[in-house]
């Protein structure tokens, strides 16, 4: 059996103000196997944000039992959820979120700087970490960049930086939160050729999404309504996207 | 985490972003470098008053004829008759005086002078030639009065600078020609350098006689306008003032020094009363220093609140990516205190740059105060450290979700 990279059990988060309490999740149990793609859908408001940040280890459930790769994450302390952020998950969000005015090999070398504040032994020197971030970013194609500002970038370019930038630490995840929301379509389907790339050389994937058509690249998909879990089931139609347009266009 | 690490990636943050950093920079550079100058100006001005009245002769006292106190009414000053030649010879010769190693005899009255078409008013001095060692006046060319001059009654005249310019023209010689003083041709025999000063303070625009010939010639008078009594030191001024005032009671037979019909004026009263005028106008400019601190405070603590706050998404990705709070905030501090030490060593090489300039143009002494200088920087880095402490603080307690939202 194929070991569970993520395990979640009765997850429950909720909101509490002064006057009101909201609950946004609400008993959420699920597994994640390591290699696998799974897509979370569901409307805005159906608590799939919430649940990123508690799988991201950006937050914690209020109750219920969280373990990402062997270590429980939902009674960790702030600094300590900093750590299992900075070894264990590849971020992607929506807004890309690069460095202004920084190149593109200084934006991917960052998780890298601050492996130090894990524990020394951890860290890296910078010659190292420059060679780790080039060649993460040969890979999404952008050998031609490495010295770019984000702001000379196109929306794809930006997306398949911040794709360099989640690989770097190698972690145990790569979450991405709406990865083509921000970008134009035939720049989407190229940033879910690259995640279908690195899902068959071994990456686990998750990827929150409200549009059924990107869902549409993961091997599962699982939907959340109102934050309880409606559906999870294996997607028995998945599309291939190409990796097919000349790179430098994107 | 190491600091060394984070002090490059912190010049790395200021070099990239230069506008916000030479914006920060300047505010702090503007704030410390103003209240420098300020201060120095302040005092270099205090320092010339002083000096210009040193240059009026050290330990001087001068006595003057006239009551302090005769009744109800006062004479006009300088209309009195009570001091005579006979008063300064006593001075000078008597054996209860101690003190005084220099006695003047001085005349002085304004009077129109002519040298062929030009004709100026001045103040026309009866002197001695012991004159220009108690007034410190030197020569710039010629020769002063001597005592041949006075012994003889010599028609002969010492012009100031100004008096020069007005007569015979900027930069001319005017050595060997002749000026009429009230009617009287005299020979113009030296000329001397300039003291400065303006108004009723201007020690250029006067001329130099000899005292005997002031009095039989020109003025036709036998007293004296005032005697200048130079003290054998600074020590000894309130003596020497003590000692002439007894003599010249005894010998104008005067029993209740509150009936003198004299009086002696020390130098140190006159500076007194002018170190009390700079050092009022000391404290008005420390007063603007101490608002241009204020305001310069305030302009570091804005654009550091700025800086920070505009970066609230930076810190949500950094604690995204794995940065612990006490990272960021240390990284934010450092980046403050790198930002407020260049700025204050910028303004501080401004403020005494702008005082030298200052010192050039006004040829001035160039003067730098410490206090100052200190004071200046210590409160600018605070500021800008706490104020670049306190927003980072702030946005690194916020959850790296909430931050990363933040527009």
Redesign the interface.
Known sequence: MVKSIIHLSHISKIYKTDVVETTALSDISFDIKKGEFVAIMGPSGSGKSTLMHIIGALDTPTTGSYVLDGEEVSKLTEDNLADIRNRKIGFIFQAFNLLPRRTTLQNVMLPMFYREATSSAYAISKEESEKIATKYLIMVGLENRLTHTSNQLSGGQMQRVAIARSLVNNPAILLADEPTGNIASNQAEEIMAIFQKLNNEGHTVVMITHESEIADHAKRIIHIRDGKLVSDEKNKKQKIAKLGIKQDTL | ??NV?LIT?AI?TLT??KLRTGLAMLGIVIGIGSVIALVSLGQASQEAIQSQIQSLGANLLTVNPGSQRTGAVRGAAGSETTLTNADAEAIKTDSAITTVSAVSSEINQRAQVVAGKNNTNVRVNGVTSIYASVHKVTMDSGVFITDQDDAGIAKVVVLGPQVVSDLFGEGSNPIGQNIRIKGTSFRVVGVATSKGGSGFLNQDDVIYIPLSTAQKQVFGQTYLSNISLEAKSADVMTEAQNQVGYLLLARHKLSDPTQADFSILSQQDILNTANSTTSTFTTLLSGIAAISLVVGGIGIMNIMLVTVTERT??I??????????N?IVRQFLIESIILTFTGGSMGIVLGILVSYLYSLVNKSTFFISTPSILIAFVVSALVGVLFGWYPAQRAANL???EA?RYE
Do not use: S, T
Request: glycine share 12%; proline share 4%; net charge positive.
């Open positions: 985490m190491k690490k990636e790395g990239i972003n998404r930076e949500g990705l950094r604690k995204a990516l794995g940065a612990k709070k990272v959850q790296p979700i990363l």
